[in-house]
DNA sequence: CAAGAACTTGCGTGTCACGCACTATTTGCG
DNA sequence: CGCAAATAGTGCGTGACACGCAAGTTCTTG
């Protein structure tokens, strides 16, 4: 048990966020307000002054497990098979890594589309972007302006593919959709429909 | 006088954004928390409560002027002439929407690179993406999924841009750094250097 | 097993966002 | 030309919140 200590904090850490999203979820995206921080941290069975040393705001509480998803971006990419071209290898990878679990519909709609929520989820979503560009670096052998943008591009695309998942018209699988969008990316030529 | 009012709104509205960016970039990166709304408030020539009227919080105040700024997006692109190919369009009108007149170096500093920021200023770029989406697709006559991703590709790519172009190494012009990162986009075969 | 590091918790404080009620200014209409 | 309705600015009061500080508690390490 080299770190008991880290594995408790991470269950705290996790306790918070899912005691956060579910609260907020529950209350719906007109009701942010109402979600109290002493809701949150007696929920997830942590003071309130602990569930501060965590997160430093209601919004960063919420999208903390969005965050911790889109920081495996790096790690999803570097286990695809090396020979694999570019733009297969981030496209499986990013379907893995947001499909493993198909998201909860609910928690995702609460974070992709609450107003006050907007920031905290851009910056959850964007924390995936420098690990991302990392791999995507080593990969390609490129270094500098290219991996950065097109890792920021990749993360774009999945949130707008998350956007449109949300709809409820389109009800086809979340991989299709980010398959899609990844596509409208990597072959701007053909219009996937 | 197509209303005095709304002409006011705006002008109050700049007023206070320059005098919340310009107190911030003098607290430095560091003193976010020093900027307070009071200061802002009487910099702007307004009540506090007045201030309190048009943002909900010293971040959305900051970047006011970046998001205005952004939203521009979408018009930018229209301006541009009908024959002109997507991608030359899309780079031609943001080049001369983010450059037009060269960005103040400290606050855009500031805006991007103070970590307290992030989520507003991520905000703050990401408005001008539906203005921007539905621009490509008038010109584009497709709808739907591809040209909100384009649109979001390129607003983050523009993000990376600004990054780099505050890199104190890399000392060129704003204009040429935006073109290599759309580069990257649009033509992911070749290495711009 | 003892010293010290890391984590949790309670308390106190300064700040903040916002609802409400009131005043002043602008707009549109008879 | 004035009068009513809409809109913006302001002061006050309140509830919530983020965080510094200083204990107390649990784990690590030599």
Redesign the pocket.
């Known amino acids: 048990?080299?770190?008991?200590?880290?594995r408790?904090?991470q269950a705290?850490r996790e306790a918070i966020t899912t005691a956060a999203l579910r609260l907020a979820v529950e209350q719906g995206p007109g009701g942010l307000?109402l979600?109290?921080?002493?809701d949150i941290?007696s929920a997830a069975?942590?003071?309130?002054?602990?569930?501060?040393?965590?997160?430093?705001?209601?919004?960063?509480a919420i999208c903390g497990g969005q965050a911790d998803q889109s920081r495996r971006a790096g790690d999803a990419l570097r286990a695809r098979p090396a020979g694999e071209p570019l733009d297969v290898a981030v496209t499986e990878a990013m379907v893995g890594l947001f499909t493993d679990p198909e998201p909860d519909r609910a928690g995702l709609r609460m974070i992709m589309l609450t107003p006050?929520l907007e920031g905290e989820a851009l910056r959850a979503f964007a924390v995936g972007e420098a690990s991302l560009a990392e791999a995507i670096a080593e990969r390609g052998g490129e270094t500098g302006l290219c991996p950065e943008v097109t890792a920021a591009a990749v993360v774009a695309a999945i949130r707008v593919a998350g956007r449109h998942w949300l709809t409820p018209a389109a009800n086809q699988p979340f991989a299709d959709v980010i398959r899609r969008a990844l596509g409208c990316l990597f072959s701007p030529g053909r219009t996937s429909r």
């Open positions: 048990m080299s770190d008991l200590r880290a408790n904090r705290t307000a979600v109290r921080v002493n941290a069975g942590v003071s309130p002054r602990t569930y501060n040393n965590y997160f430093s705001s209601r919004e960063e006050e």
